[in-house]
């Protein structure tokens, strides 16, 4: 056993110092960013927010919208090659802002394969709760070998021997994130986790030095943590319950007195692991909980909200482009980031 006694940083933690900036309005920030890849010899550009590969909010209904705006969604990996091949005939426009998600048993990479096949999709998004096991990295192996061509985003993971273990082993894209998530209780089952804003830090500093990018993914409850993300050195940030409870997500609007909710859960809930596995392995806890989230209508309006609340950050520090953000941040420790006096029981997260 020992002990780092080095601080560790959430986004709570830290704000963004302004500076001088010539920048007149933030309709002259360039959101839309040009990568290329470690391995997929291939260029992309877009808007690089994803939304999370959960079933509510992977949906093909929310990546018809967010594709209009250049963003991404990670579809969750329970859709059917059946549903891949209707997104390709009516929105073929979308597949090139949407990863199909896998996991790593032998049929979840027959499935993969026979997607790509039938629809020439170009991201694979290979998700697990722990990507430290040897499992995880030879299957990023067997995918890369298999797919030479794909961009392949894999994870989660939080520190950056890890990070640079992925990249090396075919990840173009490494996933940082554990347990920050706001229907993720694996920090409370396990006492596993890492702070999101160091783990972002940490992570791409070790990606980036080996020409591999990083997607942050949880813990942002706002769009000036989606900023911060940005600003940490993340490549892409991927959301769950910020896009949560809208009308293109997963699942019925349900009444309770007098206001409208929909569903949402973790995808290593119980909720999620009966509906999609049966039930939960004797073997293993459940490591995600169910809420209720105040419905939301259209998910367009809050996907402008985000845009609008990052191009806000970028003209605070003088950053034209979301590529300047990170080179134009100085982050300043604090002890409270909100004044929530007439919001008291505001809980984040």
Not at 107 to 121: I, P, Y
Not at 164 to 185: N, R, Y
Not at 302 to 311: F, S
Request: hydrophobic share 40%.
């Amino acid at each position: 056993m020992r002990i780092e006694e080095d601080i560790k940083l959430d986004f709570k933690d830290v704000l963004i110092r302004p500076k001088r900036s010539t920048l007149r309005s933030r309709s002259e920030v360039e959101l839309v960013r040009e990568f290329k890849f470690p391995h997929a010899n291939k260029v992309w550009q877009g808007v690089p927010m994803i939304a999370a590969n959960m079933d509510h909010t992977g949906t093909f209904e929310v990546a018809k919208v967010l594709a209009k705006h250049q963003m991404m969604t990670a579809i969750d990996k329970f859709r059917t090659v059946e549903d891949w091949e209707m997104m390709k005939q009516h929105h073929p426009e979308a597949l090139n802002f949407a990863f199909v998600s896998s996991g790593t048993r032998d049929d979840d990479f027959n499935k993969l394969a026979d997607v790509l096949r039938k629809t020439g999709a170009e991201f694979i998004c290979l998700d697990v709760a722990n990507g430290y096991s040897q499992h995880f990295v030879d299957f990023v192996k067997r995918t890369r070998d298999a797919f030479p061509d794909k961009i392949i985003m894999a994870g989660n993971v939080v520190t950056g021997e890890m990070t640079e273990e992925l990249i090396l082993s075919g990840a173009d894209i490494v996933k940082a994130g554990i347990g920050p998530g706001s229907v993720c209780t694996t920090r409370k089952k396990t006492g596993v986790g890492y702070p999101q804003l160091s783990a972002v830090i940490e992570c791409a500093d070790a990606a980036h030095g080996l020409k591999g990018l990083v997607c942050s993914d949880g813990g942002c409850t706002v769009p000036g943590d989606v900023s911060k993300a940005f600003a940490a050195g993340a490549d892409f940030v991927m959301l769950g319950g910020m896009f949560a409870g809208h009308d293109e997500c997963l699942g019925e609007v349900i009444e309770e007195n007098g206001q409208r909710f929909k569903r949402f859960y973790g995808m290593s809930s119980a909720e999620a692991m009966t509906k999609h596995r049966g039930g939960v392995a004797e073997y293993r806890a459940s490591e995600g909980k169910s809420v209720n989230v105040p419905y939301r209508g259209p998910i367009e309006e809050t996907v402008l909200d985000i845009l609008g609340g990052v191009r806000s950050t970028c003209t605070y520090v003088g950053a034209s482009s979301l590529k300047e953000l990170s080179k134009r941040t100085t982050f300043v420790r604090v002890s409270q980031q909100l004044n929530e006096v007439f919001n008291p029981h505001h809980v984040s997260g």
